[in-house]
Nanobody, 124 residues
Framework: VQLVESGGGLVQAGDSLRLSCVAS????????MAWFRQAPGNEREFVAA???????KYAESVAGRFIISRVNNKDTLYLQMNNLRPEDTAVYYC???????????????????WGQGTQVTVSS
């Protein structure tokens, strides 16, 4: 399984960005997907997840500002990030589970495949 993120960049506070993650190597639509982020000196933290059936789940810090979505016929996961804040600055990672599951997890150890990450920097 390969995951390739794109869409990061340098923006100002209040701006928007859309991250993409293209998956390959297996049937995308069968598996839950998620976004995590990691800032320097911090642990990797949950941002959002979406089930195979497109049920979303968000961290409190991004709820109401970020939207996770997936387009199964394009094998692509998205993260629409609105009203960005300096504290959103981090490397953002796309992840997927190793096996199909009935629980939509928010902990990184439940995800077995990861992308290389894309940097998002929000200036004040």
């Amino acid at each position: 399984v390969q995951l390739v993120e794109s869409g990061g960049g340098l923006v100002q506070a209040g701006d928007s960005l859309r991250l993409s993650c293209v998956a390959s190597g297996r049937t995308f639509s069968y598996y839950d997907m998620a976004w995590f982020r990691q800032a320097p000196g911090n642990e990797r933290e949950f941002v959002a997840a979406i089930s195979w059936s497109s049920t979303p789940k968000y961290a409190e810090s991004v709820a109401g500002r970020f939207i996770i979505s997936r387009v199964n016929n394009k094998d692509t996961l998205y993260l629409q990030m609105n009203n960005l804040r300096p504290e959103d600055t981090a490397v953002y990672y796309c992840a997927t589970v190793r096996t199909a599951t009935t629980t939509l997890w928010s902990t990184p150890e439940k995800y077995g495949y990861w992308g290389q990450g894309t940097q998002v920097t929000v200036s004040s």
